[in-house]
């Protein structure tokens, strides 16, 4: 897979030199190209760096109500985005979304970074090789329980457990300090009887009773290092697809990998006989060479006896036997890559109309739904685990007072350009709802008949859906309460408006009966 789908990850198969060639074995570039591609669209459409994608909201619907809470979450999500430009969020998604349409699964793992000081200084992801972890499935299929495999110098062990590392390895990191140790971090969840509940819920747990276990095993000297824990799962194994019976995933890449053979070998062999098309071996009779010698270099002169005494060895190659077959192969990498579809207008072919485009996007969507929904889980993950992180190190803002004992619940909601497409439907959908109601009840008034097709639609509900599914910003869009209020000072003003109108057509007519019938009928009149 690696080799012939993802040259750059040559190294997760097995180990190579510095160096080593990685795309020897590659002599078509469409898989590469495709997988490529199919990563740039799940970026841009899922994380995309130069616009928010992520947004926060409360699990409790009255909390949603309440402006202080939904403008704190709201200066939470820009924290979270803030630090993951900041850090390396966006290079090791980029990793990941390459990962999974190759291998079938992608590992992100999250951790706190520390200045020399110990002091908070951020998040760091890291975009686990396959080879590296050793996976098995809890109780839910899940792959919760994890080993890693790390290997580094002996001097790098030294410098993060310090005297815990074993007498073993800090001899050789006085000997020999560039010598690779390998260490085994295995990260599994705790039984319940080992949680200290009330710690975690009050952020005071011992980190040996802490919902995960964080355990690190010197593989050379068979003890344990340290034993630790994390209040979330550090690292999350993602999946393209699953199936039946099997903990690990598969991708694209392993459906078109018979295909990027065969193509791969048809190109080698085509080269191979556009060579000998253009260097032609030759046949030439005995003794018909004068000197023996043939020379093939430009303006060379060789002499022969008989002019039918040499000559090409076979014909010329016909190529359009094999064009037919490639251009096969390349279409239908194209199609298990979802890239015949997600490529751009000018990338497929000229004259593509918007509408063209718009509904291979939304095949393209369909597609690609399932893995998309893996995808949002393991983004799910991330910003949970970034948001309790941060929440933790004192980096995000204080919570409001009336939050403090509220049992809130935050959930993450996305606001990418996929999301948005999906929400933008049925945003059309409730428009297009509202346009028919409004235009019956103009049918209805055109008939003589009361316009109350309109008494159907729920206005104010539609105003929050549309609002809610435009990801419009919090202090963007007014409460209930104040809606209540501006809605009141209205009706007042209405009032008095009438009032004040009634007041003039009393005045108005009093004045035109008193000079029509003298003083008592215009008192009369005004109720005097």
Not at 7 to 13: F, K, L, N, Q, R
Not at 229 to 256: D, F, K, N, T
Request: proline share 5%; aromatic share 8%.
């Amino acid at each position: 897979l690696a080799r012939l789908i993802r040259p750059s990850m040559a190294g997760i198969e097995a180990p190579i030199s510095p160096g080593e060639a990685r795309t020897d074995r590659i002599y078509d570039g469409t898989a590469p190209q495709a997988c490529a591609d199919l990563s740039h669209y799940l970026a841009a459409g899922l994380t995309p760096a130069a616009s928010p994608w992520l947004s926060l909201q409360f699990r409790q619907a009255e909390l949603n109500e309440q402006n202080a809470a939904v403008e704190w979450l709201q200066e939470c999500s820009e924290a979270l985005s803030a630090e993951y430009l900041r850090g390396n969020f966006y290079p090791v998604m980029g990793e990941i979304y390459a990962d999974l349409p190759t291998f079938g699964n992608g590992i992100p793992q999250c951790e706190a970074r520390r200045d020399p000081m110990g002091r908070f200084d951020g998040l760091h992801f890291e975009a686990v090789w396959i080879r590296e972890i050793t996976a098995l499935p809890d109780e839910y299929g899940n792959l919760t329980i994890t080993f890693r495999r790390y290997t580094r110098t002996a001097l790098q062990w030294v410098m993060q457990f310090g005297d815990d590392v074993g007498d073993q390895v800090k001899s050789i990191a006085e000997k020999k300090p560039e010598e690779p140790i390998e260490f085994i971090h295995a990260v599994y969840p705790r039984d319940l009887a080992d949680i200290d509940v009330a710690g975690v819920q009050q952020g005071t747990a011992d980190a040996k009773r802490m919902p995960y276990a964080s355990v690190w095993v010197n593989v050379k000297d068979k003890r344990i290092v340290r034993e630790s824990g994390a209040m979330e799962l550090p690292r999350y194994i993602v999946r393209w697809a699953q199936q039946s019976g099997c903990a690990w995933g598969y991708g694209p890449g392993h459906l078109a990998l018979p295909d990027v053979r065969v193509l791969n070998e048809a190109k080698r062999l085509e080269l191979a006989a556009w060579e000998r098309n253009i260097d032609r071996p030759l046949m030439a009779a005995q003794n018909a060479i004068v000197g023996g010698k043939v020379d093939t270099g430009p303006n060379g002169l060789t002499l022969v006896r008989d002019m039918a005494g040499l000559r090409p060895l076979y014909d010329l190659t016909d190529f359009s036997l094999t064009a037919v077959k490639v251009d096969e192969l390349q279409a239908s990498i194209l199609r298990t890559f979802v890239a015949d579809l997600i490529r751009e207008p000018s990338d497929v072919k000229s004259g593509t109309t918007a509408y063209e485009v718009a509904k291979r996007l939304e095949r393209a969507q369909r597609i690609l739904g399932e893995a998309v929904g893996h995808l949002r889980g393991m983004l799910r993950w991330a910003v949970e685990r970034s948001f309790r992180i941060m929440f933790r190190e004192g980096a995000l803002p204080p919570m409001p007072a009336e939050l403090l004992d509220s049992g809130a619940q935050i959930d993450v909601r996305y606001t990418s350009p996929l999301q948005q497409a999906q929400e933008a439907q049925g945003v059309e959908q409730l428009t297009l709802f509202i346009g028919d109601m409004a235009q019956l009840g103009q049918l209805q008034q055109a008939a003589g008949l009361e316009p109350d097709a309109v008494d159907w639609v729920n206005f104010d509900g539609a105003a929050q859906e549309i609002a809610k599914r435009r990801n419009a910003w919090a202090s963007a869009v007014r409460s209930e309460e104040e809606v209540e209020e501006i809605r009141a000072a209205r009706a007042e003003q209405r009032r008095q408006q009438a009032a004040q109108q009634q007041a003039l057509v009393g005045a108005r007519v009093a004045r035109d009966v008193g000079a029509a019938a003298g003083p008592e009928a215009a008192q009369a009149v005004l109720g005097g």
